[in-house]
């Protein structure tokens, strides 16, 4: 089911955001996109994975970004949570008088901690990073959530819209049109590669070929 949320006004350029399941389908639409005519600058795919470092059988060239799917970078803040708890029940048993009251900021403290540290940032940082519409960035995160990934593609053409929701919605994506370029960037402990190569030059095996 496709999701037309258009921007209304002139633009110089557009982003379509494709919300995809994983799949052959997103090979095949990147595919069809391209024979379109869009630049391999103006075409990125967000993914999830819990083993970032392992390549992704996009078509050769593919730009994609992926998120960690991990407690990475969280150390610091529980680290925080359990000294707050500890220094509090010091100070509660050392000087009650003051101790008790620290006590219970330490542990409202520690309580923010551990609630921060349980809420997944999806892909959030990205979609604030690059500023995109913050009612349309509330459903595409909920969607990366769920397991979906997130296909950007940019034109300057406006007569190009229709064609690439049309492939988009071929390999079953709810689409959103943006009157203005969107780019993902790897933000976040989010890394960017590109298909058949390592950042650096170090090529990897393209496994999905040219198809």
């Known amino acids: 089911m496709a999701e037309d949320r258009a921007v209304p006004g002139q633009s110089s350029e557009y982003t379509v955001i494709g919300v995809m399941d994983e799949g052959q389908e997103v090979n095949q639409a ?15 795919v967000v993914l ?31 680290g925080f949570a359990i000294a707050f708890i500890i220094f509090g029940i010091f100070f509660a048993i050392t000087t009650p008088a003051i101790g008790v009251p620290t006590l219970i900021v330490f542990a409202s403290l520690a309580a923010i901690l551990f609630a921060g540290s349980l809420t997944r940032v999806g892909v959030t940082p990205i979609l604030t990073d690059m500023e995109a519409p913050r009612e349309e ?21 406006r007569r190009m819209l229709r064609p690439i929701r049309e ?12 009157d203005r370029r969107l780019e993902p960037r790897a933000i976040h402990q989010a890394i960017l590669y590109k298909a058949g190569q390592r950042v650096g030059g170090e090529s990897v095996p393209d496994r999905a070929g040219s198809a």
Not at 64 to 78: A, F, K, M, N, Q
Not at 139 to 156: A, C, I, S
Not at 167 to 178: D, E, F, T
């Open 30 to 44: 990147i595919v069809e996109v391209r024979e379109l005519g869009v630049g391999p600058n103006d075409l990125a």
């Open 137 to 157: 960035s509330e459903t595409w995160n909920d969607q990366f959530e769920m397991g979906r990934l997130l296909v950007f593609v940019n034109t300057r053409d």
């Open 48 to 78: 999830k994975r819990q083993s970032p470092d392992e390549p992704e059988p996009f078509p050769e060239g593919t730009r994609y970004i992926v998120v960690p799917d991990d407690r990475r970078g969280l150390e610091v803040p529980i």
């Open 167 to 178: 492939a988009l919605q071929r390999g079953g994506a709810n689409y959103y049109i943006i």
